[in-house]
């Protein structure tokens, strides 16, 4: 079965620095893997995807995520934090193989990104 | 192009009484879900859809039940509301391997 682990629920950063939030996978194939930003009381928002390619992916508002298959991770990344980066982060796989005939998407449970001024 | 339109955004049930949280898309795609995300749990699949009169469950569909008539809506059925169904309830539609969701609808059963 497949999953995800964001193994920090809660992640702070100064204002400036650059911050990592992390994400680690499970699945039994090649994985789509994703990032969505979840801002108080809305929806989920793409950010950036992993399909295939280069490692490095390069997203939304500055955002880039970075594959390593040896660890099976996925870590969002961003060279210098802004204030209105706070907000919480989901990691998500999608195993490309169907299942009952659905390519099931599994989240992480959330990091929550406090940027600090 | 609005992408994915959720009502009600806030609804507060009684134990027992029914709902329809109403969803629909302007994207034309085919694969529509509902999920619920409750804290610390993150996003659990209850329904999808890969097109029109075509739904299917996913992890956690007991208490609820959907249709598909057309390809823009795919309204999510709350039967007998329980306590347990308070959450806060997200539609989404795919096109390729982007997720699109809409706002959300937070529900409280009491």
């Known amino acids: 079965a497949q999953s995800v682990a964001q193994p920090e629920d809660q992640v702070n950063v100064a204002e400036g620095n650059p911050l990592t939030v992390k994400c680690t996978y499970s699945v039994s194939g090649n994985p789509y893997l994703f990032w969505y930003v979840q801002y108080p009381n809305r929806g989920l928002q793409f950010l950036l995807k992993y399909i295939t390619g280069d490692n490095l992916v390069k997203g939304s508002y500055g955002f880039e995520a970075e594959f390593n298959k040896s660890q099976t991770s996925f870590h969002l990344k961003k060279p210098s934090a802004l204030v209105s980066d706070s907000a919480l982060y989901f990691c998500?796989?999608?195993?490309?193989?169907?299942?009952?005939?659905?390519?099931?998407?599994?989240f992480g449970t959330g990091t929550k990104l406090q940027v600090i001024p | 192009n609005a992408g994915v339109t959720q009502t009600p955004k806030f609804r507060i049930l009684k134990i027992g009484q029914s709902m329809t949280l109403q969803c629909t898309q302007d994207?034309?795609?085919?694969?529509m879900y509902w999920y619920r995300q409750d804290p610390g749990m993150g996003l659990k699949l209850i329904y999808y859809s890969v097109g029109a009169g075509i739904t299917d469950k996913g992890e956690v569909p007991n208490g609820y039940n959907v249709s598909r008539s057309t390809t823009e809506d795919f309204p999510l059925r709350l039967e007998l509301a329980a306590p347990s169904q308070t959450s806060v309830y997200f539609c989404?539609?795919?096109?390729?391997?982007?997720?699109?969701f809409g706002e959300g609808s937070w529900l409280t059963v009491v």
């Open positions: 989404a539609s795919r096109s390729g391997n982007t997720i699109y």
């Open positions: 994207m034309n795609h085919n694969y």
């Open positions: 998500a796989v999608r195993d490309p193989v169907p299942s009952g005939g659905y390519q099931k998407v599994t």
